[in-house]
């Protein structure tokens, strides 16, 4: 099969000839549709995860074409979930602990199991979620990123008429100030900070603003969450200016340290935090059914949509990651069709 994979020694490759996974007993083999090009496939490159060396990605839709586990799910058009647990490992109580930090783990696409970006991968049927009929593969392809948003509610952090900001308008930035801001989220009057007008205007139905040199002493100390997304080490900074005392600042950035200039300074944010009595909440994965469902809503479809850049076939996949790579660009995906 085609795939797409990296290694700090051969860099980014794509593969012509790479062998086709074989399902374990509990796992479903997955013909891939369409998958995405994530922020954290993009920073993997820049030495995110030491020692990488697999196929990258972990957001996709696809055919499941064997499951012995489920073999009702066989012809059916899922996405999944990427944490995989260790079938040795002891099954925690808590289903969200289990689910996302299960000891022994591996990770579709970012630690121990190859990612999405080929044309066939294996994943647990435990991990798989059916798509609903009404939702094209471009938007379906989205169902990861979208259940990273949904996280934060899940968390229940944030409470009713709590003054709320967003920081970053990329993609994950995007996704989650248009989930708080529907209906079932209860959040009114987000304000969502980031560097370009146009993709800030992409959400509807929230206040936003452009970032520049006056934003933190603008809006010093005024908001209960603060939710970092901006996909750059500079944003907990912004984050740390803008959140008050006894507040909650929401991390959901992942990025390399590596060669970055911009690093900011952590003593002076653990000196905000210990002094302002601060919560510092981490947020990675989140559960898909609400996901799913959320793509009902136009105004987020609409989004989704909007957000595609490009759609590269595999064959041109090392072009589709120079355009991902590409300042000002949001979504590429790469259709194995």
């Given at each position: 099969?085609?795939?797409?994979?990296?290694?700090?020694?051969?860099?980014?490759?794509?593969?012509?000839?790479?062998?086709?996974?074989?399902?374990?007993?509990?796992?479903?083999?997955?013909?891939?549709?369409?998958?995405?090009?994530?922020?954290?496939?993009?920073?993997?490159?820049?030495?995110?995860?030491?020692?990488?060396?697999?196929?990258?990605?972990?957001?996709?839709?696809?055919?499941?074409?064997?499951?012995?586990?489920?073999?009702?799910?066989?012809?059916?058009?899922?996405?999944?979930?990427?944490?995989?647990?260790?079938?040795?490992?002891?099954?925690?109580?808590?289903?969200?602990?289990?689910?996302?930090?299960?000891?022994?783990?591996?990770?579709?696409?970012?630690?121990?199991?190859?990612?999405?970006?080929?044309?066939?991968?294996?994943?647990?049927?435990?991990?798989?979620?059916?798509?609903?009929?009404?939702?094209?593969?471009?938007?379906?392809?989205?169902?990861?990123?979208?259940?990273?948003?949904?996280?934060?509610?899940?968390q229940q952090v944030i409470k009713e008429g709590d003054k709320v900001?967003?920081?970053?308008?990329?993609?994950?930035?995007?996704?989650?100030?248009?989930?708080?801001?529907?209906?079932?989220?209860?959040?009114?009057?987000?304000?969502?900070?980031?560097?370009?007008?146009?993709?800030?205007?992409?959400?509807?139905?929230?206040?936003?603003?452009?970032?520049?040199?006056?934003?933190?002493?603008?809006?010093?100390?005024?908001?209960?969450?603060?939710?970092?997304?901006?996909?750059?080490?500079?944003?907990?900074?912004?984050?740390?200016?803008?959140?008050?005392?006894?507040?909650?600042?929401?991390?959901?950035?992942?990025?390399?340290?590596?060669?970055d200039p911009d690093m900011p300074a952590w003593s002076n944010i653990?000196?905000?935090?210990?002094?302002?009595?601060?919560?510092?909440?981490?947020?990675?994965?989140?559960?898909?059914?609400?996901?799913?469902?959320?793509?009902?809503?136009?105004?987020?479809?609409?989004?989704?949509?909007?957000?595609?850049?490009?759609?590269?076939?595999?064959c041109d996949g090392l072009k589709a990651f120079k355009m991902a790579?590409?300042?000002?660009?949001?979504?590429?995906?790469?259709?194995?069709?």
């Amino acid at each position: 099969m085609r795939a797409l994979k990296f290694s700090e020694a051969s860099g980014l490759v794509l593969e012509g000839q790479h062998a086709k996974p074989i399902a374990t007993a509990d796992e479903a083999l997955i013909r891939v549709i369409r998958a995405g090009i994530c922020s954290t496939d993009l920073e993997i490159l820049k030495g995110y995860v030491p020692g990488y060396d697999q196929i990258l990605g972990h957001e996709f839709v696809g055919i499941v074409e064997a499951c012995a586990a489920k073999p009702e799910l066989e012809g059916k058009r899922v996405v999944g979930e990427i944490n995989c647990p260790c079938s040795s490992a002891e099954i925690h109580p808590d289903p969200i602990f289990q689910r996302n930090h299960s000891p022994g783990r591996t990770v579709v696409g970012i630690i121990g199991k190859n990612g999405t970006l080929a044309e066939y991968l294996t994943l647990p049927a435990s991990n798989l979620h059916v798509v609903p009929d009404g939702l094209t593969d471009q938007e379906a392809c989205f169902a990861e990123p979208l259940a990273a948003a949904c996280r934060i509610a899940e968390q229940q952090v944030i409470k009713e008429g709590d003054k709320v900001a967003v920081i970053g308008d990329g993609k994950l930035g995007l996704l989650v100030a248009q989930v708080l801001i529907t209906p079932c989220q209860g959040v009114s009057g987000l304000v969502h900070l980031g560097k370009h007008r146009e993709k800030l205007s992409l959400v509807q139905g929230s206040t936003w603003e452009v970032v520049d040199e006056s934003t933190s002493s603008h809006h010093a100390q005024e908001f209960d969450v603060v939710v970092e997304a901006s996909g750059s080490s500079r944003g907990i900074s912004l984050a740390s200016a803008i959140s008050r005392p006894m507040g909650t600042i929401i991390l959901k950035s992942t990025c390399s340290a590596v060669n970055d200039p911009d690093m900011p300074a952590w003593s002076n944010i653990a000196n905000d935090v210990v002094v302002n009595e601060k919560r510092l909440q981490g947020s990675r994965c989140g559960p898909f059914a609400p996901a799913l469902k959320a793509m009902q809503d136009d105004r987020l479809r609409r989004l989704l949509n909007n957000m595609v850049t490009e759609v590269f076939p595999i064959c041109d996949g090392l072009k589709a990651f120079k355009m991902a790579q590409t300042k000002g660009v949001l979504k590429v995906q790469i259709s194995m069709q």
